[in-house]
């Protein structure tokens, strides 16, 4: 079945750098985008990017421009998302997930199928 | 503050129904998608797009749209479905994606 496993937690100091990585498996890698999502302690979900595996090309939301690197590494079937400049506040659980495109009367759109467990990223001095 | 507007909190008793609505203007030309979260777990799809539900998820489970706002129903609520419920879009620029605020449904 589908599967998307990522790394281990981390821990940062602010200013420093950090990188998760998403092993996908049970299906074709570069046939469907992986879209990262972060949410902080006790909130929400952030949507922060999504990457192609098949050319590479990205999509960053606004926020997370300038400092986040979504990459792929179709020989492993693994996705990469690295944010840089971490802050107390990049402080969050990171989650990779796969999407699958839907379409209806013209109007597409892609949802979340998969999630992967997520990968807790704490940043402190 | 997200272009999707949600509830913050609705609670159900047992086996009634409850409505989560997601409001944003985006919605009126884009589909929605919705997740379950339950504490310490990564969030579950339930429903996507006009009404559609992957294998797995009950069909106690459905959504409906009118202009603006999208909504999730729960028809005769369970335990289990106590959880936060997000809904996802395309934000307005029509290439990023966005979600809701969330959801808390208590049962």
């Known amino acids: 079945q589908v599967k998307l496993v990522q790394s281990g937690a981390e821990v940062k100091k602010p200013g420093a750098s950090m990188r998760v990585s998403c092993k996908t498996s049970?299906?074709?890698?570069?046939?469907?985008?992986v879209h990262w999502v972060r949410q902080a302690p006790g909130q929400g979900l952030e949507w922060m990017g999504l990457i192609n595996p098949n050319f590479g090309d990205t999509t960053y939301a606004q926020k997370f421009q300038g400092r986040v690197t979504m990459t792929r590494d179709t020989s492993t079937s693994t996705a990469y998302m690295a944010l840089s400049g971490l802050k107390s506040d990049d402080t969050a659980i990171y989650f990779c997930a796969k999407s699958r495109m839907y379409c209806s009367s013209g109007i597409c759109f892609e949802y979340l199928e998969v999630w992967g467990q997520g990968t807790l990223v704490s940043v402190s001095s | 503050s997200s272009e999707l507007t949600q509830d913050p909190a609705v609670s159900v008793a047992l086996g009634q129904t409850v409505r989560i609505t997601c409001q944003g203007d985006t919605l009126r030309r884009n589909y929605v998608s919705w997740y379950q979260q339950k504490p310490g777990q990564a969030p579950t799809l339930v429903v996507y797009g006009k009404n559609n539900r992957p294998s797995g998820i009950p069909d106690r489970f459905s959504a409906s749209s009118s202009g603006d706002t999208t909504s999730l129903t729960i028809t005769g609520a369970r335990a289990e479905d106590e959880a936060d419920y997000y809904c996802n879009s395309r934000d307005s620029s029509g290439k990023q994606y966005v979600f809701g605020a969330g959801t808390k449904v208590t049962v």
């Open positions: 049970g299906y074709t890698f570069t046939h469907n985008f």
